[in-house]
């Protein structure tokens, strides 16, 4: 079996990881197809996706819940498309941990939880992880594949609750009810006077009301941080659990292929499992057959152009698998499969079968087979 | 007068998605000013800045350092600034290390928006502001610098004009009012945005410069389209190519064929870039390297030479 099929068939969650540009919601979203046709029922959660792809995909504007895809055209199984919505997500947590109404209706009104919930880096990663936690623990799909936020440091995605909480945690609050106690240790007057320059500096850098809604959003998390630390924690449990793995995508652009290393080192290193590499948008093979001189007859210029556009291709494809190589020379273990870069948008369902035929080949002859053996067993 | 739109200005912004190719994009900019004779300082704002291996020169530290005569680059850390704004109100070595250390005043500046963001702002504009000698002429004619990506850069760029109608008074409101009046100053200061005629990336590029223009914080100078795939055929080549007589087998016919339509779909984004933002893109060619090298880079150079809409425009 394929190795990247044998991870669509085993694993319970796959999680793609990636810089920016590589084209992760694509390559998610073929993965979840390829599952989906092999017949496991999976759900997909993307990030921002392009206009066509959802399209393709059959999502409604805001589809911030799972929305069944159609698959009936390419011989059935079951996919679940949504998006995510950090904001929303984010308001829902707050709900769920608040010890009272009045309580999460204070945080949710804060101007700076606004701020946090929707802008502050880190808060579209951690949403997505409380999204996994979420879908992870209903059981209710065989596969779960997530699409995440483009990151320069693997960890930085990993580490996102970790960072969050502790931005929310109650320690933020001695620090400004007391400025003394958050430096333990330094206790003297003097420590206790520069401290207080900073905070008439910062004060001023930040407006006086501003720090009052500090004080006021960080008192309002007081009671909530150990469930926000709980549920941390159980993401934690899933993200290094057996059924869970890392997929990471890239594209042959040599840029890229270094960050994709330091990627790799950095997930290796934190003991999360890395089962697969994609390098997105590699120049197609099918272009670089060597078959015999066609027989068209191509006029004297127009062949000079085409053999000099030809040898560029070649010089292309030629990096692209110097760039997959010194990617296997890192990670030799790890399965790394290349998916062609198709000249046209992914806008249909069949252009997204078409690379999902990379990560499970015969998707496309098997399609039919089921749909012809159905019409068989159709009585009518 | 004709204005061009980089060399006549004395501050760039340069910004776009993620994985667009800003280095590059910063890198050329920044040669193609000391071809024309412009004393440049190049400013990378990550840790993780590879400028250097761009321009070479030593590793890039908080003050400038020369890459070569007329040539300098500078490493600003948003962390760092704030260390230094730290040394003025807080002399005590041993207090300040302590304090930039301890967990909660991360936590208290993590959650005050805009500090780091200002601070690194002001430096600039200080940086941008040098003068030397007694006839006080400008250290540098060009300040540009590589800017996080889009989600990140407009923060950046917003934060003076908000603290300055938080403070409109007192000493940091004043400096906050100096970096909005230079920032605002659209023959002096341009976001230069760069993106890939590819669909994702025009969408956010549409999005950053309506959300600019709107700010009204910078003004929105030339729009770089990178990666540009170029045009190999006449168009009765392309005719001739996608007629439906030949035999598609043909590896050469192949290879055209493709050309064609990535052609076409770049042709396509960039059309959107035009029609949205009523702007010409310049347009730097798709090259296959397997490095940042200086060659790449010296045809980059030839490009922004050649681009017409540099020369033709005066947007100010």
Same mark, same amino acid.
């Given at each position: 079996?394929?190795?990247?099929?044998?991870?669509?068939?085993?694993?319970?969650?796959?999680?793609?990881?990636?810089?920016?540009?590589?084209?992760?919601?694509?390559?998610?979203?073929?993965?979840?197809?390829?599952?989906?046709?092999?017949?496991?029922?999976?759900?997909?959660?993307?990030?921002?996706?392009?206009?066509?792809?959802?399209?393709?995909?059959?999502?409604?504007?805001?589809?911030?819940?799972?929305?069944?895809?159609?698959?009936?055209?390419?011989?059935?199984?079951?996919?679940?498309?949504?998006?995510?919505?950090?904001?929303?997500?984010?308001?829902?947590?707050?709900?769920?941990?608040?010890?009272?109404?009045?309580?999460?209706?204070?945080?949710?009104?804060?101007?700076?939880?606004?701020?946090?919930?929707?802008?502050?880096?880190?808060?579209?990663?951690?949403?997505?992880?409380?999204?996994?936690?979420?879908?992870?623990?209903?059981?209710?799909?065989?596969?779960?594949?997530?699409?995440?936020?483009?990151?320069?440091?693997?960890?930085?995605?990993?580490?996102?609750?970790?960072?969050?909480?502790?931005?929310?945690?109650?320690?933020?609050?001695?620090?400004?009810? =007391?400025?003394?106690?958050?430096?333990?240790?330094?206790?003297?007057?003097?420590?206790?006077?520069?401290?207080?320059?900073?905070?008439?500096?910062?004060?001023?850098?930040?407006?006086? =009301?501003?720090?009052?809604?500090?004080?006021?959003?960080?008192?309002?998390?007081?009671?909530?941080?150990?469930?926000?630390?709980?549920?941390?924690?159980?993401?934690?449990?899933?993200?290094?659990?057996?059924?869970?793995?890392?997929?990471?995508?890239?594209?042959?652009?040599?840029?890229?292929?270094?960050?994709?290393?330091?990627?790799?080192?950095?997930?290796?290193?934190?003991?999360?499992?890395?089962?697969?590499?994609?390098?997105?948008?590699?120049?197609?093979?099918?272009?670089?057959?060597?078959?015999? =001189?066609?027989?068209?007859?191509?006029?004297?210029?127009?062949?000079?152009?085409?053999?000099?556009?030809?040898?560029?291709?070649?010089?292309?494809?030629?990096?692209?698998?110097?760039?997959?190589?010194?990617?296997?020379?890192?990670?030799?273990?790890?399965?790394?499969?290349?998916?062609?870069?198709?000249?046209?948008?992914?806008?249909?369902?069949?252009?997204?079968?078409?690379?999902?035929?990379?990560?499970?080949?015969?998707?496309?002859?098997?399609?039919?087979?089921?749909?012809? =053996?159905?019409?068989?067993?159709?009585?009518? | 007068?004709?204005?061009?739109?980089?060399?006549?200005?004395?501050?760039?912004?340069?910004?776009?998605?993620?994985?667009?190719?800003?280095?590059?994009?910063?890198?050329?900019?920044?040669?193609?000013?000391?071809?024309?004779?412009?004393?440049?300082?190049?400013?990378?704002?990550?840790?993780?800045?590879?400028?250097?291996?761009?321009?070479?020169?030593?590793?890039?530290?908080?003050?400038?350092?020369?890459?070569?005569?007329?040539?300098?680059?500078?490493?600003?850390?948003?962390?760092?600034?704030?260390?230094?704004?730290?040394?003025?109100?807080?002399?005590?070595?041993?207090?300040?290390?302590?304090?930039?250390?301890?967990?909660?005043?991360?936590?208290?500046?993590?959650?005050?928006?805009?500090?780091?963001?200002?601070?690194?702002?002001?430096?600039?504009?200080?940086?941008?502001?040098?003068?030397?000698?007694?006839?006080?002429?400008?250290?540098?004619?060009?300040?540009?610098?590589?800017?996080?990506?889009?989600?990140?850069?407009?923060?950046?760029?917003?934060?003076?004009?908000?603290?300055?109608?938080?403070?409109?008074?007192?000493?940091?409101?004043?400096?906050?009012?100096?970096?909005?009046?230079?920032?605002?100053?659209?023959?002096?200061?341009?976001?230069?945005?760069?993106?890939?005629?590819?669909?994702?990336?025009?969408?956010?590029?549409?999005?950053?410069?309506?959300?600019?223009?709107?700010?009204?914080?910078?003004?929105?100078?030339?729009?770089?389209?990178?990666?540009?795939?170029?045009?190999?055929?006449?168009?009765?080549?392309?005719?001739?190519?996608?007629?439906?007589?030949?035999?598609?087998?043909?590896?050469?016919?192949?290879?055209?064929?493709?050309?064609?339509?990535?052609?076409?779909?770049?042709?396509?984004?960039?059309?959107?870039?035009?029609?949205?933002?009523?702007?010409?893109?310049?347009?730097?060619?798709?090259?296959?390297?397997?490095?940042?090298?200086?060659?790449?880079?010296?045809?980059?150079?030839?490009?922004?030479?050649?681009?017409?809409?540099?020369?033709?425009?005066?947007?100010?």
């Amino acid at each position: 079996m394929h190795r990247i099929e044998s991870l669509l068939q085993q694993r319970k969650v796959l999680l793609c990881l990636g810089g920016g540009g590589v084209g992760k919601t694509t390559v998610s979203a073929a993965l979840a197809l390829a599952a989906a046709l092999r017949g496991r029922k999976v759900a997909l959660l993307t990030i921002d996706p392009a206009r066509r792809l959802k399209d393709a995909l059959g999502m409604p504007e805001l589809a911030s819940e799972p929305t069944r895809v159609c698959l009936d055209g390419l011989g059935g199984g079951e996919l679940h498309a949504m998006m995510l919505d950090a904001k929303r997500t984010f308001d829902q947590l707050v709900a769920r941990f608040a010890p009272s109404l009045e309580a999460a209706e204070r945080i949710l009104r804060n101007r700076l939880y606004q701020y946090v919930s929707g802008a502050l880096a880190g808060s579209q990663e951690y949403m997505a992880l409380e999204k996994l936690y979420e879908i992870a623990t209903a059981d209710s799909y065989d596969l779960l594949i997530i699409d995440t936020p483009p990151t320069h440091h693997a960890l930085d995605f990993l580490d996102a609750p970790r960072r969050m909480i502790d931005l929310l945690g109650s320690r933020a609050l001695s620090f400004l009810q =007391r400025p003394s106690l958050a430096l333990l240790g330094v206790g003297s007057r003097v420590a206790q006077m520069a401290l207080e320059t900073i905070l008439r500096a910062l004060e001023r850098l930040t407006g006086m =009301r501003l720090l009052a809604e500090v004080a006021d959003f960080v008192g309002g998390f007081d009671g909530m941080v150990e469930g926000f630390q709980s549920r941390a924690d159980a993401v934690r449990r899933i993200l290094r659990d057996a059924g869970t793995a890392a997929l990471l995508v890239t594209t042959a652009e040599p840029l890229t292929i270094d960050e994709t290393i330091s990627f790799y080192r950095e997930l290796d290193r934190a003991g999360l499992f890395v089962g697969a590499m994609v390098v997105n948008r590699t120049v197609p093979e099918a272009l670089l057959a060597r078959t015999r =001189r066609g027989a068209n007859p191509i006029p004297r210029e127009l062949r000079r152009k085409l053999r000099e556009a030809r040898r560029e291709l070649e010089a292309l494809a030629d990096r692209d698998r110097r760039m997959a190589a010194k990617l296997r020379a890192v990670a030799y273990a790890v399965p790394i499969a290349t998916v062609p870069a198709f000249p046209r948008d992914v806008a249909s369902l069949e252009a997204l079968r078409d690379i999902a035929e990379v990560f499970t080949p015969g998707l496309a002859r098997r399609g039919r087979v089921v749909a012809i =053996r159905g019409a068989a067993a159709d009585p009518a | 007068m004709s204005f061009h739109p980089i060399l006549d200005r004395r501050l760039l912004f340069v910004s776009g998605k993620g994985g667009v190719g800003k280095t590059v994009a910063t890198a050329t900019l920044a040669l193609f000013a000391f071809r024309h004779r412009k004393r440049v300082l190049v400013v990378e704002l990550s840790p993780y800045g590879r400028m250097r291996e761009l321009l070479g020169g030593p590793e890039p530290g908080a003050e400038p350092a020369e890459v070569q005569p007329r040539l300098e680059l500078v490493r600003i850390e948003p962390r760092r600034a704030l260390a230094d704004f730290l040394q003025k109100v807080l002399p005590i070595r041993a207090l300040r290390e302590r304090l930039l250390a301890s967990h909660s005043f991360s936590i208290l500046t993590a959650a005050a928006p805009g500090i780091e963001e200002f601070l690194t702002l002001a430096k600039i504009i200080e940086l941008e502001s040098m003068h030397l000698g007694l006839r006080r002429r400008p250290r540098y004619d060009l300040v540009i610098v590589d800017a996080p990506a889009t989600g990140h850069s407009l923060p950046l760029l917003a934060t003076a004009r908000t603290l300055m109608e938080m403070m409109p008074i007192g000493p940091i409101g004043k400096i906050a009012a100096e970096v909005s009046r230079v920032l605002a100053d659209a023959r002096r200061a341009a976001a230069v945005i760069v993106t890939i005629a590819e669909e994702m990336a025009v969408n956010e590029t549409i999005e950053i410069a309506a959300s600019l223009k709107r700010g009204g914080s910078v003004a929105v100078g030339p729009l770089i389209a990178n990666a540009f795939w170029p045009a190999r055929f006449t168009g009765d080549e392309v005719r001739w190519l996608l007629s439906s007589g030949l035999d598609a087998s043909d590896p050469l016919v192949a290879a055209g064929r493709y050309h064609v339509e990535k052609r076409r779909r770049a042709e396509e984004q960039l059309a959107r870039l035009r029609a949205e933002l009523r702007v010409e893109p310049v347009t730097f060619p798709f090259v296959v390297n397997e490095t940042l090298d200086r060659p790449h880079l010296r045809r980059l150079v030839g490009a922004l030479e050649q681009a017409v809409p540099l020369a033709a425009t005066s947007d100010a």
